[in-house]
Structure formats: C-alpha cells, structure tokens
C-alpha cells in the first residue's frame, strides 16, 4: 500500500484572544495527497491557506487534528519529517547580504548536499527562474520579483520529496510565474509532490492535479478543475450587467451565479440567442464565454475570489 506524502485529519486551529474573541482560523480541515501530485488549495486571502501550509510544515501546532508526511507523525515528531520537507514561505525575503547564487548553494550546503551537487543544482535552479544575469547581484538591489524568484530557486533546487509553496509567485510578472510553473511541472515529473496555496484561479487551473477549494477555515470542494467546473451545469457563461431587474427570467436558462451587480447564466449554446435578445430588450450588456473555474469558485464559496469582506 502506497503512502500518502501528506495526510491531514480534522486539522484545527484556534487563536485564543487575552481581550478578544476566540479566531477559528482552521475548522477541521482533512485532505490527503498522494506521492508525486501537485495540488493547489485555492481561497481568498485570509481563508486559513497559511494557516494549513504552516501547520503541515511543522511551523505551528495545530489545536487539534493530526498531520502525517510519508506515514511519519509530523505533529508528535517534527524533526523526523523536515528533512523531506522545503518550504517558500509567503511573501519570504532572502538574506539581503547574499546574492541569489550564494542563497541556493548556502541553503544547500546547509541541507547536506556536497559543495560539487549544490553548486550544479544552483546553478539549474537559478537559470530556471531566469536569473542568470543578476545572480551575482545583492539581493538587496533587487526588484521584488526578482527576489521571490530567488525564494523560489532555493527551495526547488532542493528537489525536496514535498515542498510548501505559499503564494509562490506573488508579486512576478504573467512571463516569470508561467516560468515559475514549469519548474513546478518538472520537479513533480522527477518524483518530488508539492501543495501549493494560491488566489490565482489561473495558477491554480494551469499546475494542480487536483485542487481543494478552502473558505474561512472550511475546506468547501475537492476535485480537478475540470469537474468543478462541470458541477456548476452547463458549458457556457453568459454574463449580463446589472442583470439583478430580470433574475427571474434569467433564472429560465440555467443556473444563476452572482458577482457583484452582475448576473452570470450558466447554460449550453442553443439558449445563448434567447438570452442576449433578453438582456438586449432589457438595453442591458451582455457577454458570452466558456464556464470557468470563477464560476465553480462562485458557486462553491458564494463570492468572488478577490472579496476581502
């Protein structure tokens, strides 16, 4: 039978407040990933992603639940489980006296690996991330993305057996983090598992296996981005402004899905001409185009990705 890299049991957290109430950041969270996957868990900010990831990397005790990474007791027995484990904290700095080069060969050396391995391995590492040209810089002079890109480099030239990537790639341009998702790809195809958290619905669509989707605490769906998009019941989106007046007719259809004052249709293509002709009458604006992983994130969570309330 087959180990599970990570394996998390009614995870909970609570933050005890000395003149305040009681913050249930995690609510009895369970998932479980299989060796060599790549699952993303996907929520807005402050849903209890970093809370989760940090727990699982033995960074904080849970309040409650257990964790498993390779069939070992990471809870009761951190220290037996880091080894397998490299992590790219959110929003993490590198040392700002180092360059890149001397970040990923130190933070190799100081994981074990010999001096000729660590500086191959950076070297690759860094040339993945697109680097090569300031990895002799301080990392001090270096814009933001280019040091999360640094962050990024260390920890995957690890080719750890898991590795923790909260927010990976925040803060990089659409060109870095697709480079950024390639060396995830390749990393995975070399043995190694990685749960990453994002609120990037197109990372999460582009790199995960499978994805869970968390919301205050709660883990809501699990499943491939194709069946939560499936589960939402049709094919296309037809998305009309200000639609709230004409919510019963629309209702018609197919299923509804709100976002702010705009009312996504959720149907399949021989409804789409009733549909605009609707909202036309209406003299409202309407748009068309495929179901996306907003629309199940909508219909699972209730709100959009990027609400903070």
């Keep these: 039978m087959q180990t599970d890299a990570l394996r998390a049991e009614s995870v909970r957290k609570v933050y005890r407040g ?7 950041a995690l609510s009895g969270v369970s998932l479980r990933i299989s060796k060599g996957e790549r699952i993303a868990l996907l929520g807005r900010n402050g849903a209890g992603k970093t ?10 005790a849970p309040t409650s ?14 220290e037996a489980v880091r080894p397998y ?26 994981r074990g690996f010999s001096a000729e391995t660590a500086k191959a391995r950076a070297e690759h590492a860094l040339e993945q991330m697109g680097l090569t040209e300031v990895a002799d810089r301080l990392s001090i002079t270096l814009s ?17 057996p898991l590795l923790f990537l909260d927010e990976p790639t925040i803060g990089m341009d ?17 043995g190694s598992t990685i749960l990453l958290t994002t609120h990037y619905l197109d990372e999460a669509e582009a790199l995960s296996q499978r994805l869970y989707i968390i919301d205050e605490g709660r883990l809501l769906a699990e499943g491939t981005a194709d069946d ?29 899905v709100r976002d702010g004052d705009t009312v996504h249709v959720i149907t399949g293509p021989q409804r789409i001409q009733e549909i605009l002709e609707l909202a036309a009458h209406s003299k409202l604006t309407a748009t068309v185009g495929p179901v996306t992983l907003e629309e199940a994130f909508l219909r ?10």
């Design 18 to 24: 000395r003149n305040s109430p009681d913050i249930e």
């Design 51 to 60: 809370t989760f990831l940090r727990i699982s990397s033995t960074l904080l």
């Design 65 to 78: 639940g257990s964790v498993s990474i390779f069939g070992r007791d990471a809870i009761a027995d951190p």
């Design 85 to 110: 484990l490299a992590v790219v904290p959110q929003e993490g700095k590198p040392f700002m006296h180092l360059t890149p080069r001397e970040q990923a060969y130190t933070y190799l050396r100081a």
């Design 144 to 160: 933001g993305g280019q040091r999360q890109r640094t962050m990024v480099a260390t920890v995957i030239s690890t080719e750890a």
């Design 174 to 190: 659409p060109f870095a983090r697709r480079g950024v998702w390639d060396s995830f790809r390749e990393l995975t195809r070399k």
């Design 228 to 256: 939560l998009k499936r589960s939402v019941g049709g094919t296309l989106r037809v998305s009309v402004v200000s639609g709230d007046g004409i919510t019963a007719q629309l209702a018609t259809f197919g299923p509804l």
């Design 300 to 309: 699972v969570v209730g709100r959009s990705i990027n609400d903070e309330s």
